[in-house]
């Protein structure tokens, strides 16, 4: 996926200048030692941090050695002024990031000498950061030994790459959001407040692109994928994917035209009722192709559902979906697959289904190019598929899944939730894109924080499980409302205090 940030860290450490500056040094070696054992590459600069000047020093060299995720390291107190100016410097570069950590101390026979007392640094370090408003991230307990804080640099990778991607995406869109799904629409300004950029545009400008397309010479090559990657079996409609290719050669080529500043882009594209009509397919199979490149395209003008689908992709690596939480599992289906249910109850499981946009990767074998069921039953009920040609339809792999959304509300403030749960290997006896997911406690969440923080019907689905690496980006971001599905233990607010 080249869509994606590739992330490379860099190390400084830094040194009160009434401790001893070997100590840090020491200490750092250490650090990268054990870097070094987990595979995780860093350029470890040599400049100690003692003074403002040596703040610039290591901003040049690292800024030199093309380091855009810097870890600032209490190897002891450390100067406090310096080291946050050092990093208010660094994140003020667009796509840059920043995480403090601190040395624990080592052993009780060197407390004296070896005494860094970085766990008291850090607390002056947050202090200045919050003087300076630097966001930074800073790990649930940032204090360790040389391996601790290794992994604490570990986890900052996904973290570090979601706020350097959308410090560098642009979200194309393409229609106005359906009337008919007003939960897709929402205030964009928060899209700027995380540095992401936004280019609305019309549907016409879409249809013109696409019509200059007609008779380019890479449709030929697109259809060959898009024949191999169907195989003879599903592919059902051959001659739609001509247009399907014009299709996904329009969208790429207006993105590649109108990145202007950004690296990284991801679609929220309006895809009924008129798109049938006037385009004659649906695009829902170019959707999912583009997805599993690692550039989400979300249906229904869904600009937040496409924000949401890139820091999936950021923080999973892989290819993702965007689902509605859309039906209740049939009493009878679940009785059906008791094994494969095990503990769930019929409240944790629910059907996760979209017209035909889930990549084929994450589809089960059997998976087929087939017409939207729905599109045709409103556009050509009587007659065989025609614009309603273009889904892809299949059942989604057994798999670890995350669930995942940030939204903006109404009054224009972020909110998100994250769910981690499962695909379960069973049938769903229907069509389109879809799922029988289970997530622990889901009724509650559904009532508790679904409903009642009015969040939309898109999901975004990663299929691993990366709610820790979620919780850090969102904490990073500084979102102030974070969701999980609480276990039965824990009462949601709203919830009821009296239970039956």
């Not at 950021?314 to 094994?339: F, H, Y």
Request: proline fraction near 5%; hydrophobic fraction near 40%; charge should be negative.
């Amino acid at each position: 996926m080249n869509n994606i940030p590739e992330v490379k860290l860099g190390i400084v450490a830094v040194s009160r200048d009434c401790f001893p500056s070997t100590l840090s040094e020491k200490r750092r070696i250490a650090v990268v030692g054990e870097c070094a054992k987990l595979g995780v590459s860093i350029y470890e600069s040599k400049v100690i941090v003692e003074n403002e000047k040596d703040a610039l020093k290591a901003l040049e060299d690292v800024t030199a050695n093309g380091v855009n995720a810097l870890v600032i390291y209490l190897g002891n107190f450390g100067p406090e002024g310096p080291e946050t100016m050092l990093a208010q410097r660094f994140v003020s570069v667009r796509g840059n990031s920043v995480m403090f950590a601190a040395a624990a101390e080592e052993s009780g026979n060197d407390l004296i000498d070896g005494r860094g007392d970085a766990f008291c640094g850090m607390l002056n370090a947050s202090y200045n950061l919050g003087i300076r408003k630097i966001s930074a991230y800073i790990p649930e307990y940032p204090v360790g030994g040389a391996s601790d804080v290794a992994g604490m640099i570990k986890d900052f990778i996904p973290v570090a790459a979601v706020r350097n991607g959308l410090a560098n995406l642009k979200i194309f869109s393409f229609g106005p959001r359906p009337y008919d799904f007003l939960a897709c629409n929402a205030p964009i300004a928060p899209l700027f407040d995380l540095g992401v950029e936004i280019q609305e545009n019309s549907e016409l400008d879409l249809l013109e692109a696409f019509l200059a397309h007609e008779g380019d010479s890479r449709i030929n090559g697109i259809v060959g994928e898009m024949e191999a990657e169907l195989g003879r079996n599903g592919n059902c409609y051959p001659a739609i994917l001509p247009k399907l290719a014009q299709f996904e050669i329009t969208l790429t080529d207006w993105a590649e035209k109108n990145l202007g500043a950004c690296r990284y882009y991801a679609f929220a594209n309006k895809c009924w009722p008129a798109f049938q009509t006037m385009f004659k397919f649906v695009p829902c199979y170019v959707n999912s192709r583009l997805t599993a490149r690692g550039i989400p395209v979300a249906c229904e003008t869904d600009i937040y559902g496409a924000l949401t689908e890139y820091i999936l992709t950021v923080v999973t690596g892989s290819t993702v979906a965007l689902l509605d939480i859309n039906n209740t599992v049939p009493a009878d289906l679940i009785r059906e697959n008791e094994k494969v249910v095990g503990n769930y109850t019929s409240k944790d499981l629910f059907m996760g289904f979209h017209c035909g946009n889930a990549s084929a990767c994450l589809l089960k074998e059997g998976k087929k190019m087939q017409y939207q069921l729905i599109m045709k039953r409103n556009l050509e009920p009587d007659s065989e598929p025609n614009v309603s040609r273009g889904t892809l339809d299949g059942e989604i792999k057994a798999s670890e899944i995350t669930l995942f959304r940030l939204q903006s509300t109404a009054d224009a403030k972020l909110a998100s939730y994250i769910a981690e749960g499962e695909v379960l290997d069973m049938p769903t006896k229907t069509f389109g894109g879809r799922a029988v997911i289970a997530v622990p406690e889901m009724a509650r969440f559904y009532r508790h924080v679904l409903v009642e923080k009015h969040f939309p019907h898109h999901a975004g689905v990663g299929f691993a499980h990366v709610g820790r690496a979620l919780f850090d980006v969102m904490k990073y971001l500084g979102i102030p409302d974070v969701s999980v599905n609480l276990p039965k233990e824990l009462r949601y607010p709203t919830e009821y205090p009296y239970f039956k």
